[in-house]
């Protein structure tokens, strides 16, 4: 059974907030020395609402050399109006990205028609594979499957789409409704307990943050599918039902992600943008009990 783990990668700062290439640098390896296959630069967990464009594109182009098609790169493109995301998103392929995702404009909630164009607009001045991005927690609102639908049938470069939400209920509407007419239309859920589900499910996996910490699980579940091993898949199933408590121990979620990096071994300093929280020393502590739980450390 066919499955993929994509890591929307953590966005690594030193303490005057430049990117920190020397982290990056070795993120990256780490994730694709342990089996990750496709690599999401400046999505939600990359903090991409809170970079300016120009950094944004430094990180796009040193992150698309370094990687050097050892893993596919894919960008988060979605700016503040239409032409800041047009602009990035064709960046990115001049760059040499493999994909660009667009979320659904935030701060106004908006209607099926207002989101439709929308994307009309973004994929026809999109020159290669676009991701559609669904966070109503974020947005205010639904990509509905019915407008997806709608924009598939339009725009043959919309080639999948990141499913944010807690449960399965609308990411099981979505592969049944579009995967009948589009079977090769990528469908990926963003919380990483939900791979599993999703994939038995008939959709194509998770591009979920667990995977910065522990790329090796993820690759190894993503086999344990390959391999229609239903014990292992369930083992790790367990051990990441674990593990997504580190997502509650603070909100928002990114500097408990990059101090489990930390915890772990990884060069990631735990500074982010303003206003994102700093980790306490309890935090910190609560963390490395989740990871002893789960018997990672």
């Known amino acids: 059974m066919k499955a993929s783990y994509i890591t929307p990668v953590v966005t690594a700062f030193d303490s005057n907030g430049n990117l920190d290439y020397a982290a990056l640098e070795c993120i990256y390896d780490h994730l694709i020395d342990n089996g990750i296959k496709e690599i999401l630069i400046l999505g939600s967990i990359g903090e991409f609402f809170a970079i300016?464009?120009?950094?944004?594109?430094?990180?796009?182009?040193?992150?698309?050399?370094?990687i050097n098609n050892r893993a596919r790169v894919t960008v988060g493109t979605a700016g503040e109006n239409i032409n800041e995301t047009v602009e990035l998103t064709k960046y990115a392929f001049?760059?040499?990205?493999?994909?660009?995702?667009?979320?659904?404009?935030?701060?106004?909630?908006?209607?099926?028609?207002?989101?439709?164009?929308?994307?009309?607009?973004v994929a026809k001045n999109c020159p290669g594979s676009l991701y559609l991005y669904n966070f109503p927690d974020r947005t205010g609102y639904d990509l509905s499957p019915?407008?997806?639908?709608k924009l598939l049938r339009?725009?043959?470069?919309?080639?999948?789409?990141?499913?944010t939400l807690a449960g399965m209920d609308h990411t099981r509407e979505l592969i049944k409704l579009i995967k009948p007419e589009f079977p090769d239309f990528r469908?990926?859920?963003?919380f990483d307990d939900n791979f599993a589900h999703n994939v038995l499910s008939?959709?194509?996996?998770?591009?979920?943050?667990?995977?910065?910490?522990?790329?090796?699980?993820?690759?190894?579940?993503?086999?344990?599918?390959?391999?229609?091993?239903?014990?292992?898949?369930?083992?790790?199933?367990?051990?990441?039902?674990?593990?997504?408590?580190?997502?509650?121990?603070?909100?928002?979620?990114?500097?408990y992600?990059?101090?489990?990096?930390?915890?772990?071994?990884?060069?990631?300093?735990?500074?982010?943008?303003?206003?994102?929280?700093?980790?306490?020393?309890?935090?910190?502590?609560?963390?490395?009990?989740?990871?002893?739980?789960?018997?990672?450390?």
Request: net charge neutral.
């Open 52 to 66: 300016p464009v120009d950094m944004k594109k430094d990180l796009i182009r040193f992150a698309v050399r370094y």
């Open 94 to 121: 001049a760059q040499g990205a493999d994909a660009v995702i667009v979320i659904s404009p935030y701060y106004f909630s908006f209607t099926d028609s207002s989101i439709e164009e929308y994307y009309d607009m």
């Open 146 to 149: 019915n407008v997806t639908l």
């Open 154 to 163: 339009k725009h043959k470069n919309i080639s999948g789409y990141k499913d």
């Open 187 to 190: 469908i990926y859920s963003g």
């Open 202 to 255: 008939g959709g194509d996996g998770c591009i979920a943050g667990l995977s910065n910490v522990f790329p090796g699980l993820c690759s190894s579940w993503v086999k344990a599918f390959e391999e229609n091993d239903m014990e292992k898949i369930s083992e790790i199933q367990k051990t990441v039902d674990i593990l997504m408590e580190i997502y509650s121990v603070g909100k928002p979620f990114v500097p």
């Open 257 to 297: 992600i990059k101090k489990a990096m930390q915890i772990v071994g990884l060069p990631v300093k735990e500074y982010c943008t303003v206003p994102m929280p700093k980790v306490t020393e309890s935090e910190a502590g609560r963390i490395r009990n989740i990871l002893e739980k789960a018997r990672m450390i």
